[in-house]
């Protein structure tokens, strides 16, 4: 059965912290993605990646910055965090080929930045 | 631009028919997707339909596409409680190889 991971469920930080957001994807897939999830704007694209040491900026990546060292993991970081990075956090993959949008998602992060 | 648009909450009785209807702008998409997501969980792939079929059927699922006005539905047939969640419609996005997804339906289910 295919499977994405988020390393968290629930996060609590402090304004100024260093984020860091894990995802492991055991399907082999070639795409990778990070979205927030807030209420009435559905999801927003944040960054996504389309091979291991590669990155491309989505909508919204202020304040945000990732990586991919191995194809399975994709971490999404927030380097200095602010309250207005308080959301849900949705990681997801894909293959390639085409089928980009064939999203399989993990459960999600919610990030609460006090 | 790119957008996609959505009314944000329905509400049906249980055995009823259900239709989630979405508008997009980008007239080079090439799937449009619907996903589902459920309280708690991250979303998941319901159905697509490729640009170029006006309408695909998959169990309870029928998926209606207008090119012309850009116009995209999801019915569900017989809807039961278990349907209750938030649905999303997606386009996909030649041009800069990514999905863009509507805010969401909120789907009630009355028994």
């Known amino acids: 059965d295919v499977k994405v991971t988020q390393s968290s469920r629930y996060l609590v930080k402090r304004t100024g912290e260093k984020v860091f957001l894990e995802c492991v994807q055991d399907m082999d897939h070639e795409n990778m993605f990070w979205y927030r999830q807030d209420p009435g704007l559905g999801l927003r694209l944040i960054y996504f990646s389309y091979d291991v040491k590669m990155k491309e900026k989505g909508d919204i990546p202020e304040g945000y910055s990732v990586s991919r060292e191995k194809k399975e993991r994709f971490s999404l970081i927030l380097e200095s965090a602010s309250t207005n990075q308080t959301s849900m956090y949705l990681c997801?993959?894909?293959?390639?080929?085409?089928?980009?949008?064939?999203?399989?998602f993990g459960p999600g992060t919610r990030l609460t930045v006090t | 631009g790119e957008d996609v648009e959505q009314s944000l909450f329905l509400s049906v009785r249980e055995g009823d028919s259900s239709v989630i209807n979405c508008t997009y702008t980008?007239?080079?998409?090439?799937?449009l997707y619907w996903y589902k997501q459920e309280p708690g969980a991250g979303l998941q792939l319901l159905t697509y339909?490729?640009?170029?079929?006006d309408m695909k059927q998959d169990q309870r699922l029928t998926v209606l596409l207008n090119k012309k006005d850009k116009h995209l539905s999801l019915r569900i047939a017989d809807t039961q409680t278990g349907d209750s969640a938030i649905y999303f419609c997606?386009?996909?996005?030649?041009?800069?190889?990514?999905?863009?997804f509507g805010a969401g339906t909120i789907l009630r289910v009355k028994s």
């Open positions: 997606a386009e996909s996005i030649l041009r800069g190889n990514k999905l863009v």
């Open positions: 980008d007239s080079s998409s090439t799937y």
């Open positions: 997801a993959s894909s293959p390639g080929g085409g089928r980009l949008g064939e999203q399989y």
């Open positions: 339909i490729f640009s170029n079929m």
